[in-house]
């Protein structure tokens, strides 16, 4: 679960030791553990099914993405994307506003917990935090991916990329399943504001997302 997509203005330190003032976007986001599981179960006509099993303590190692689905004149996709910068001044200040004397953990500090199961009306879960910076303001149109929700993964060989000789292997295109939050704002670059995110495509731009009209989120391979 999350909260909406905020903005933040943070001194951030640069690499010659001064800081800079800029505009953090942020995510603010719960997991929880819900005990349940599915694991691949063998037919004895040799295909595989799933069934629903019993886990225990697990670990969440998030990667966030947050990616342009605008497109150019030309129909073409602009190509920009952000990855979640661990940024500790921001997480302080994030924290203060959102929790109330709560703490968040940043992506590193997740990734090094462990979350108990859910007990009962009892929700174990975690609060983090993804940051971003240096986000293009021209942006309308803009997915974030979530990745480490789920272990599954699947790939495709392209057949013209093997030659008898070449290791196993060669030209085989390697995708994990993520998360994809869709997410617009009518807004223009000038004085990006926090109230102007929305969530889910706005009507008749669906197609920007590969979803139809109406749906926030979805399954990818990525």
Do not use: C
Request: proline share 7%; net charge positive.
């Amino acid at each position: 679960s999350f909260k909406p997509l905020r903005i933040v203005e943070v001194d951030v330190p640069t690499a010659s030791g001064e800081s800079v003032r800029k505009q953090v976007w942020y995510l603010v986001y719960k997991v929880s553990n819900t005990g349940k599981t599915i694991k691949p179960v063998e037919g004895p006509d040799g295909v595989y099914t799933v069934e629903t099993g019993k886990g225990g303590p697990l670990r969440f190692v998030p990667q966030f993405v947050l990616e342009s689905e605008d497109r150019q004149a030309d129909g073409k996709r602009v190509t920009k994307s952000y990855l979640d910068r661990v940024i500790p001044a921001a997480v302080a200040l994030i924290s203060k506003r959102e929790m109330a004397g709560g703490r968040l953990l940043n992506t590193v500090e997740m990734a090094e917990q462990t979350i108990p199961v859910n007990d009962g009306r009892i929700d174990r879960g975690l609060w983090g935090v993804a940051t971003w910076v240096d986000v293009d303001p021209r942006i309308d149109f803009f997915s974030v991916l979530v990745g480490g929700l789920t272990n599954a993964y699947q790939w495709k060989d392209n057949p013209d990329a093997y030659k008898p000789g070449d290791t196993p292997g060669r030209g085989r295109r390697f995708t994990r399943k993520m998360l994809q939050l869709n997410f617009w704002r009518p807004g223009d670059e000038l004085q990006p504001n926090e109230r102007e995110f929305r969530y889910g495509p706005p009507l008749g731009k669906s197609d920007l997302y590969g979803v139809g009209d109406g749906v926030a989120y979805r399954w990818v391979y990525r």
